[in-house]
């Protein structure tokens, strides 16, 4: 009887076991934690997917964590974190202030002090947060699997680092549809001109100015094409209803001061009423137009910004026809008037007799003078666009206002 409960005891343990694996095994695991809000959820997504690759290659969990703990309890939290599979950690935590790296289990015999610091080197010189992460994640994983045993995050992920969705709507002012049909059209013409165009939009600022905001959201997460990183971002925020454009690489050349105003000045009226989807429409086609045109080697600017030929004629038109209707009632009134008065044959008829006696007759030329003066430029013919230097030291151009 004592082994029958004993044999049975051993089979409800061992299902319970096989129960409680693959329920783990089909849980989701983390290995990246983003309190302050660097990352995108899809980048977020993209690394916890090489971070489970490389656990499962070399059995070592390769962790990352931005917080917003205090800076001296970094090594308590870090303790209380429940990130990866295995026991075998590598983690790097940074805040706003300072990073820290905490080794687990076999990584602490694995890992020196110079590959410490050795791996903060690689993380500090990322582009972007994204891609920082990214590298260190693949510089650790040498470190303790060897060259040649794990891909990098390029080779092992079927995104690009730099392959980011284009429509970020974080203040939800499209629909589903409305933001699947803009994203389908921002992708389109990125992948077409290289140039990447992204519309951001927040509910606030976070006390940064829009600029800097905008600035710093291409330049953290990655957006452009090519080593200048080239494109163009519309950043909308409702806080207090802000708008800008910051543009990057070959997009400071493509969308010139004057351009940016012009682009602006179609997509406003529907954006202050409120009508979003028109008027990221209206951006993405207007940006579309301006790379083609720079692509010609003259970028739309103050002297040769696009013609709307249809707008204008119907304009002189009706002024027109305005101006020939007035002008007939007035005449009309006048001649309405005139009811007392008749045309005569001849000029002399009109002079009254005695009223003009002429006697002498001379013309007496004094002097002349002639003034020429050089007809000054205006100041912002040349065009072209202004440039300042982002938090990330980076060069971008941009504009911006209320709506």
Known sequence: MKKKFLAFLLAFIMCI???TAAFAAGEETSYIIDEIGYLTEAQISNLDRYGEY?????????LFVYTTADENALGEYAEQLSLGRSQNQILM?????????????TAIDM????????LRDVYVDGSTYYSSIADYMYAAAKLVGGTGVVESFSEHSTISLHELTRVVDMADLLNNSEEADLL????????????DVVVVTVNTLDGKTPMDYADDFYDYNGYGFGENRDGVLLLVSMEDRDWWISTSGYGIFAFTDAGIEYISERFLPDLSSDDYSEAF?????LCDEFITQAKTGEPYDTNNLPKESFDVFTSLLISLVVGILVSLIVTGKMKGKLKTVRMQPAAEEYVRNGSMLVTESSDLFLYSHVDRRVKSKDNDSDGGSSTHTSSSGSSHGGGGGKF
């Open 17 to 19: 076991s096989f129960s």
């Open 54 to 62: 490389l656990s499962e290659s070399i059995g070592i969990d390769i």
């Open 93 to 105: 935590i940074e805040n706003e202030k300072v990073w820290d790296m905490y080794l687990f289990g």
């Open 111 to 118: 890992i020196t002090d110079d590959d410490i610091l050795s």
């Open 184 to 195: 389908s059209m921002l992708d389109e013409i990125s992948n077409r001109q290289e140039l």
């Open 281 to 285: 429409t209206k951006y993405a086609k």
